[in-house]
C-alpha cells in the first residue's frame, strides 16, 4: 500500500506535492506533434510514419541519429524547434478533462510542471488552453539529463523545497514514469487504456484522476493500490 500524504514531516505548506508531465498528461498534443514529426520528415525526404514511429520512444537527438543519420545534428534541431515554435503560436491545443479544474484547485507551490519540452512553449500552449502556470516548471534546459533519468523530477522536488517521499508524480509516459519512479516518488499514470508498467496507480483519464490528486494534497491520507 502506498500513502498518498506523508504526514510527520514537521514542515510548514503543502505536505504533499505534485508533479505533472505536460504533453499527453495536462495537454492533448498528440495530433501537434503528429504534424510537426510529419513537416519535419517531408524536408528531408524521409518516411514521415517511421520517422514518427522512432520519435515516440526516443529523445530528438537519438531519433535524428536512427532516422537521419547523415545529416547535422544541429541542422536538424534547429528545424524541429522552428516547426514547434509556430506550432504554439499558429496550432491548435487542448487541455485533457479535468485539467483546469485541477490546476486551478491546487494550492499555490503545491504543484510544478515537469517536461521535456521547452517553458516558452509550455507557457505558450498554457495561455491558448486557460491553464494555470506554476512557479516552478523544470524544462528540458533545466536538467543534465531529460527522463527516465530522475534528474527531472529531483530538480523540480528540490526547487519546491520537497522530499521525494513527499512528491506524486503524474504521467502518461513509460519513459516519465520511470525518471519518477527512480526519483523515489509515488507515480500515477493517466490517459491510457492500460496502466504503464511500474505505476502505482492508474486512471483511464485525467478526468478520473482529479478529485484523487486533489485529496492527495489537501486530504489528511488516502491510500493507493498498488
Given at each position: 500500500?502506498?500513502?498518498?500524504?506523508?504526514?510527520?514531516s514537521?514542515?510548514?505548506?503543502?505536505?504533499?506535492?505534485?508533479l505533472?508531465d505536460?504533453?499527453?498528461?495536462?495537454?492533448?498534443?498528440?495530433?501537434?506533434?503528429?504534424?510537426?514529426?510529419r513537416t519535419?520528415?517531408?524536408?528531408?525526404?524521409?518516411?514521415?510514419?517511421?520517422?514518427?514511429?522512432?520519435?515516440?520512444?526516443?529523445?530528438?537527438?537519438?531519433?535524428?541519429?536512427?532516422?537521419?543519420?547523415?545529416?547535422?545534428?544541429?541542422?536538424?534541431?534547429?528545424?524541429?524547434?522552428?516547426?514547434?515554435?509556430?506550432?504554439?503560436?499558429?496550432?491548435v491545443?487542448?487541455?485533457?478533462?479535468?485539467?483546469?479544474?485541477?490546476l486551478?484547485?491546487?494550492?499555490?507551490?503545491?504543484?510544478?510542471?515537469?517536461?521535456?519540452?521547452?517553458?516558452?512553449?509550455?507557457?505558450?500552449?498554457?495561455?491558448?488552453?486557460?491553464?494555470?502556470?506554476?512557479?516552478?516548471?523544470?524544462?528540458?534546459?533545466?536538467?543534465?539529463?531529460?527522463?527516465?533519468?530522475?534528474?527531472p523530477?529531483?530538480?523540480?522536488?528540490a526547487?519546491l523545497?520537497?522530499?521525494?517521499?513527499?512528491?506524486?508524480?503524474?504521467?502518461?509516459?513509460?519513459?516519465?514514469?520511470?525518471?519518477?519512479l527512480?526519483?523515489?516518488?509515488?507515480?500515477?499514470?493517466?490517459?491510457a487504456?492500460?496502466?504503464?508498467?511500474?505505476a502505482?496507480?492508474?486512471?483511464?483519464s485525467?478526468?478520473?484522476?482529479?478529485?484523487?490528486?486533489?485529496?492527495?494534497?489537501?486530504?489528511?491520507?488516502?491510500?493507493?493500490?498498488?
Amino acid at each position: 500500500m502506498i500513502r498518498c500524504v506523508v504526514s510527520g514531516s514537521g514542515r510548514p505548506g503543502p505536505r504533499k506535492y505534485v508533479l505533472f508531465d505536460v504533453d499527453g498528461t495536462l495537454i492533448d498534443a498528440v495530433s501537434n506533434q503528429r504534424r510537426v514529426w510529419r513537416t519535419w520528415a517531408v524536408r528531408y525526404g524521409l518516411d514521415a510514419d517511421e520517422v514518427y514511429r522512432v520519435a515516440l520512444r526516443t529523445r530528438p537527438v537519438e531519433t535524428f541519429a536512427q532516422v537521419a543519420a547523415g545529416r547535422d545534428p544541429g541542422e536538424c534541431l534547429a528545424l524541429l524547434h522552428e516547426l514547434e515554435d509556430e506550432d504554439v503560436r499558429s496550432g491548435v491545443y487542448a487541455a485533457f478533462d479535468g485539467a483546469s479544474e485541477l490546476l486551478y484547485g491546487l494550492p499555490p507551490g503545491a504543484w510544478a510542471l515537469v517536461t521535456s519540452n521547452y517553458e516558452h512553449r509550455v507557457h505558450g500552449r498554457f495561455a491558448r488552453t486557460g491553464l494555470p502556470v506554476p512557479e516552478v516548471i523544470v524544462d528540458a534546459a533545466a536538467a543534465e539529463e531529460g527522463k527516465p533519468s530522475p534528474a527531472p523530477y529531483l530538480r523540480a522536488a528540490a526547487r519546491l523545497g520537497a522530499r521525494p517521499a513527499d512528491c506524486l508524480v503524474v504521467e502518461d509516459a513509460p519513459s516519465g514514469v520511470r525518471s519518477g519512479l527512480s526519483a523515489g516518488m509515488t507515480v500515477w499514470s493517466v490517459n491510457a487504456a492500460a496502466g504503464v508498467e511500474g505505476a502505482h496507480r492508474h486512471f483511464a483519464s485525467l478526468r478520473e484522476a482529479v478529485p484523487h490528486i486533489l485529496a492527495c494534497v489537501s486530504g489528511p491520507r488516502e491510500d493507493a493500490a498498488g
